[in-house]
């Protein structure tokens, strides 16, 4: 009796598998076939161990057994989430694995392992052979495994029937009576401890359920088919409706597309006729059933896409209709391309014409660029035959026996400076082809960044007064104080717009004036507070022909050939100026009447970043200078002073030995962050630009080394940047505090008496030495301060004779009574400056040589920013000018004037060396 219930069983798993196969082996997943598999294994071991004779032949049934029915209770397990749509976390499918491949391996191992089985004995009951056995550890993990799987099922089947968005009530329904079929009949069996192993019967069973599932809920095994089909697809969406146009289910995207779908359940209408899905989606339906055609499609609009739907009938397999998928395909880039294609067919005809056109301009421009190449030949050609034929004249001078070593001397540095100058010309001329090449080509790049306009303003002013002035022509300025200061944008342009636009006006300039007029014109813009910057730069120079006004800003273009071509230059600087007020969002316009001058005006937009105006910056500037100086002693405050200049360093040093302060020197960076490493410093001066590490990277090693015992220690910047606005800049950058150069007296120790620890002081030592001034001298930097142009016209008249007045008195080469303001009075003091001036003359004009050959202009920045602050501490006022000239069109990339007075520069030095040994 009982074999022929284990026989049976095992027949029905068999039909039931070939059941299954007919019904879904194209939709269901992996573990439901294997499961009817193993289950068919499962019931053929049961069948042989009832069957077998001795206990060889029980242990091989029994491991038929295990081998088909270990893994059983895990794909039930699996099967029920599939058909739940219940996503098992990957670790607790290792975990089951694990368990059932180690419960094999000990089964299999009867003999050599008591780890799952410790005895194994045969017995036979109602003529049935059963096994007697005494289990393992192994075989405790694996029962609580398996009723973890069973427990496991019941609570995805529960999960699936309260929030039914997956699985249909009538499926979750059948799951639940086999589950609860199959428990009770386990439960009766350990309960009334039949020897008949009741398994077989609830594998049948649970197969039982499955087909019952696969095959009553026909729509969901289709839809099974549509999610594994558009799962490849993954840019199509899908809904899928019953006849009743019930949902029964969609993929992410359709939820995309309609989010009212999120909250619908499987199995209901429960979604509002009045809303999108309905109107877009059910009346097609409708429709489709109407008319009864195989598809139907329509194209509509959602979310700003394009979308194709397409409705289709799902057939079962008696070709009768079993419900509707609807298939929404995303074609809003084919609608794109249609409408690209569209506008190319419609505007073939005008890009005919265009093309025509562009062939047209093209042809001309490139005319133009053989014009240009013609004239560059020559303006080329010019100085280097003077190069090649003074070099010719050179050698020959040196071949000449006739003269003695003093003429040829002579001789041979007339040519050299010859050479020299037309280097510098050609030199000139292919800078500006480089940087028109390098915006042409997109290489060049606008970096934004915090500045300050006045300063820009003050530079330019300095800068373009001598130039005008060797040409005796008139510099003007005309700019409010209430201007805004504090902008962002690229300084650099900006000031390179500027210059290059003065460059102009003073090259084709003979005689009058040259005016710079700053005004602006704040405002606001998607929320960031904006000023536009008119710049306008007037001359009374040739002017330009009405004619050529259109083509000015014309690459490889030069107006007015005839009457210009005595002008040294390459007549691309208008060109270059234009492409970079473009790229900055600007405009440029030029007004001209031909022999009476121009007037061009530049529009440059800059984000504004505060309301202070450039008359409170120039106060701000100056507000250090009126502080009275406090005398004091601090003999046990230990000072490092960093400054690769030697006479930047006597002087701080001689102003500090009154503290008593044990004072440590060094010229370099380098040499600097070793010292910092070594010992704690009460005061670090630190001096910014210098070869190699500067001071801004001393700063930087220093306040990062979370060892370096001066990582809090307070730092004080000393530049000769004193007017460049750069506050903000030096305290962003990790300074505590700075001072300008040249170093006075009274500033040193003022700021010095501030920052060192009081408790360093001795008490009694402090006292006012100097009185606020009241009468401050004005300083011919301040006269050309754009603040000072809201004067009267009597008090700028007043301004102006005074101005030439100290120019005059200016143009000797040295100062004597500027260079004993900055030395105290102090003859002595003055006497080693000059010294030290002296031995460093002939190692910076060396410097200066070398970065200008190279083209390095960063390192030439730096020596000419050392030559002007150390010029003014010896009183030469015009070279220090010079320098600072110099130093700021290295900085601004200003190869042309840097060719121009590179000589001039260096004559000048000389000059001052000479009338300091006189002194001397």
């Excluded at 503290?659 to 600097?672: H, P, R």
Aim: with cysteine; aromatic share 8%; glycine share 6%.
């Amino acid at each position: 009796m009982i074999i022929a219930l284990y026989a049976l069983m095992m027949l029905f798993s068999i039909i039931e598998f070939i059941v299954f196969s007919q019904i879904s082996i194209k939709t269901t997943s992996k573990y439901m076939f294997l499961l009817f598999g193993l289950i068919i294994v499962c019931n053929m071991g049961y069948l042989s161990l009832a069957l077998s004779s001795n206990l060889s032949e029980a242990i091989l049934a029994n491991k038929v057994t295990y081998f088909g029915g270990v893994f059983v209770p895990f794909l039930m397990f699996m099967t029920i989430s599939s058909v739940c749509d219940f996503k098992v976390p990957p670790f607790l499918v290792f975990f089951m694995e694990l368990i059932s491949v180690f419960v094999i391996i000990s089964v299999f191992t009867i003999g050599y392992s008591d780890v799952y089985y410790k005895s194994v004995d045969i017995r036979r009951a109602y003529g049935v052979t059963y096994l007697v056995k005494e289990y393992g550890p192994l075989h405790t993990v694996y029962t609580v495994a398996l009723f973890g799987e069973i427990i496991g099922c019941f609570i995805v089947v529960i999960y699936s029937m309260k929030k039914k968005k997956c699985v249909s009530r009538r499926t979750t329904s059948t799951m639940m009576t086999g589950l609860i079929a199959g428990v009770l009949l386990y439960s009766l069996e350990r309960a009334m401890h039949w020897k008949v192993d009741v398994m077989p019967i609830m594998y049948v069973i649970f197969e039982l359920m499955l087909l019952a599932v696969l095959s009553r809920t026909h729509l969901y095994d289709v839809s099974a088919v549509v999610a594994e089909l558009y799962d490849v697809y993954r840019q199509y969406a899908y809904i899928t409706l019953d006849k009743e146009n019930r949902f029964m289910g969609c993929n992410d995207l359709a939820k995309e597309v309609y989010p009212e779908l999120t909250d619908v359940k499987v199995d209901s209408k429960d979604y509002v006729k009045e809303g999108d899905f309905y109107r877009d989606i059910v009346l097609w339906v409708e429709e489709f059933e109407r008319v009864g055609l195989s598809a139907i499609n329509r194209e509509f609009d959602k979310k700003n896409r394009n979308f194709r739907g397409t409705v289709k009938s799902i057939l079962k397999r008696d070709r009768r209709s079993a419900g509707y998928l609807v298939e929404l395909e995303d074609i809003t880039r084919q609608q794109e391309y249609i409408k690209l294609i569209r506008k190319y067919n419609n505007d073939l005809k005008t890009e005919i014409v265009e093309k025509t056109k562009a062939k047209n301009e093209a042809d001309s421009a490139n005319n133009a660029k053989s014009n240009f190449l013609a004239n560059m030949s020559h303006e080329i050609r010019t100085p280097l035959n003077v190069v090649l034929g003074m070099d010719e004249l050179i050698i020959e001078e040196l071949k000449d026996e006739s003269k003695n070593a003093e003429e040829k001397e002579k001789i041979i540095e007339e040519y050299a400076q010859n050479i020299s100058s037309s280097g510098n010309l050609l030199l000139s001329i292919i800078n500006d082809i480089l940087d028109l090449s390098k915006i042409e080509s997109g290489k060049m790049e606008i970096i934004e960044g915090p500045y300050h306009f006045a300063q820009v303003i003050k530079d330019i002013v300095v800068m373009f007064e001598n130039k005008a002035q060797s040409k005796h022509l008139s510099f003007e300025l005309e700019a409010e104080g209430s201007l805004p200061d504090e902008v962002r944008g690229d300084e650099m342009r900006v000031r390179q717009i500027i210059i290059n636009l003065l460059n102009n006006a003073i090259k084709y300039t003979d005689k009058g004036s040259v005016k710079l007029t700053v005004s602006a014109r704040k405002y606001s813009q998607e929320g960031k507070r904006k000023v536009d910057y008119t710049i306008n730069v007037k001359d009374t120079g040739k002017g330009i022909k009405e004619e050529d006004l259109d083509k000015l800003f014309y690459s490889f273009t030069r107006v007015d050939e005839d009457n210009n071509k005595n002008i040294e230059g390459t007549g691309l600087g208008l060109s270059i100026v234009k492409k970079l007020v473009d790229m900055m969002d600007g405009k440029i316009e030029v007004k001209s009447s031909y022999g009476e001058g121009s007037d061009f005006c530049v529009l440059l937009p800059q984000e504004l970043l505060s309301e202070r105006s450039i008359s409170e910056y120039n106060e701000a500037e100056k507000k250090l200078v009126n502080e009275n100086v406090r005398l004091f002693r601090a003999p046990k405050a230990n000072l490092l002073l960093v400054d690769d200049n030697s006479l930047n360093i006597v002087v701080a040093k001689k102003f500090l030995e009154q503290t008593g302060a044990d004072i440590k020197e060094c010229l370099s960076g380098k040499e600097a962050i070793d010292l910092l490493k070594e010992k704690k410093y009460d005061l670090v001066y630190l001096d910014h630009m210098m070869p190699g590490l500067d001071g801004i990277d001393v700063i930087k090693a220093v306040r990062s080394d979370r060892q370096n015992p001066n990582r809090e220690t307070v730092f004080i910047a000393m530049t000769a940047n004193a007017l460049s606005g750069a506050r903000d800049y030096y305290l962003k950058a990790g300074f505590d505090a700075y001072i300008s150069k040249p170093i006075k007296k009274k500033e040193l120790l003022n700021i010095t008496g501030k920052y060192l620890d009081q408790g360093l002081m001795e008490k009694e030592s402090v006292k006012e030495l100097y009185k606020e001034e009241t009468d401050q001298k004005k300083e011919i930097s301040d006269l050309n301060d754009p603040m000072n142009t809201a004067g009267s016209k009597s008090e700028k008249k007043e301004i102006g004779s005074k101005v030439e007045e100290d120019k005059k008195n200016l143009r000797a080469i040295l100062d004597k009574e500027l260079a004993m303001e900055n030395c105290m009075g102090d003859e002595e003091m003055y006497r080693s400056l000059a010294l030290v001036y002296l031995e460093e003359a002939e190692g910076s004009m060396e410097k200066l040589r070398e970065h200008y050959d190279k083209g390095d202009l960063t390192e030439y920045a730096v020596v000419a920013h050392g030559i002007k602050s150390t010029s003014l501490y010896i009183g030469a006022k015009e070279l220090s000018d010079l320098a600072k000239e110099m130093e700021l069109a290295a900085k601004s990339g200003d190869r042309a004037l840097i060719s121009e007075k590179h000589e001039q520069l260096i004559k000048s030095y000389k000059e001052v060396c000479e009338e300091l040994h006189k002194e001397l």
